[in-house]
């Protein structure tokens, strides 16, 4: 066959483009111009790859389509993919350059029967979230202490059974008012927002909480009807919704102003605040009463010290302590007269001592002797002894000694004492 000019395809006037050029081409369009889109089909050739990425096929009567879940998409999946499996995917085309083929990166994955749901489920929420249902400041506190609580539920479920049972493990002192309503079925959605309506109404309640136990998408599908996703967003009063296990969402989880993973969860949040409080009461009693025992052991102290106190200041204490202090004062005063008589003593025997050296009898015969030779001496000495060896005395008119003749005059009368009397002379010259 002959082969085709290039220059009736305009290769002469535009750039001829490689494999990878134009596969990357294609890639871009695909990519840009196929928006992500749920799909369904059987699934085939299943491969589980030891990195935890699964490859797999989507197929009908007409067509089929390479599909891989990366690990972590695959980690969130709650379908164990099988070969033969009728599934909706919901994910996004890619283009693997290296062998030119296209293929679907799944986001999601639910059985068929449940793909339908999904859909509706996703839709509902797109539209209520644009209407502002769900913004987070339509969302109000719950009550730290509510008083009493209103829980929409089966009253024969067992998610009631756990959540009262939890609060009354917690010790919780609130009361429980169960709205009875079903929680699966045709009719559960209306009852549940007539107990919704009810609980607003009657104005006695804190808080309400809304669910049940886990199931399925269909069991729990009540709780994504609309009008009960209203009613919980318009309820006066405070809302959790606790409906089903940790990785199952109702649109009613967006609407209430708190969503609990569980019933149990729910009891908990409700009673958090509350046990805290008990705790910080119990050790706020625990610290009153060491404060308590620790103020009585100082009263205590106190007490036995005044009463020591007392006893020290009763009459009979002080009459005992001055019959003490009178006996030292005796004891003191008797060894302070005994110290002062020995030292009296002792001086008197110091002084006798002294006086007995000094005694005139045992000087008297010095005494006497120094008197005899005084007596001796004076009486050589005495005018007597003067006037028996011859010499007289010459006195004056007036009884005087004259000692000297200077002074004398002519016929002046003296009187002359001799050893045996007395005789009257004249001057007679100068």
Known sequence: MKAPNPELFGAASERIETVSEFTRRVKELLEAG??????????????????????????????????????????????????????????????????????????????????????????????????????????????????????????????????????????????????PAKVQGAEAAAEMVAMLELAGSLGIFDLIVIGRGGGSVEDLWAFNE?????????????????????????????????RAETPSAAAELISSHFVACLERSEQASEAMAAAADLMLARSGERLAHARSRLRLLTPSAQIERGHLRLDDLENRLGSALRGAADSAKRRLAEVESHFAAASPALRLPLFRERAVALGKRLGAASPDSVLNRGFAIIRDDKGGPVMRRAGLRAGQSLGAQFADGTARVRVEKE
């Open 226 to 258: 609309e009008p009960l996703v209203r009613a919980v967003a318009g309820c006066p009063v405070p809302t959790i919704s606790a409906v089903g296990h940790e990785i199952d969402f109702t649109l009613c989880d967006f609407a209430a102003d708190v």
């Open 34 to 179: 196929i928006r992500p889109c749920w799909v369904k089909g059987e699934v085939s050739n299943l491969r589980a790859q030891a990195s935890g990425h699964v490859y797999f096929s989507l197929k009908d009567s007409g067509a089929q389509l390479s599909a891989v879940l990366f690990r972590g998409d695959a980690a969130r999946q709650k379908v164990a993919l099988k070969d033969g499996m009728q599934v909706a995917v919901y994910g996004e085309v890619s283009v693997y350059e290296v062998r030119g083929q296209y293929q679907l990166i799944v986001r999601a994955v639910v059985e068929e029967g449940l793909g339908k749901l999904q859909r509706e489920f996703e839709a509902l929420k797109k539209r209520l979230a644009e209407e502002g249902l769900f913004a987070p400041e339509r969302k109000r506190p719950i009550p730290a202490m509510p008083a009493v609580v209103g829980f929409v539920t089966s009253p024969t479920g067992a998610a009631v059974q756990d959540f009262l049972r939890i609060l009354s493990r917690r010790g919780w002192r609130g009361r429980i008012v169960i709205l």
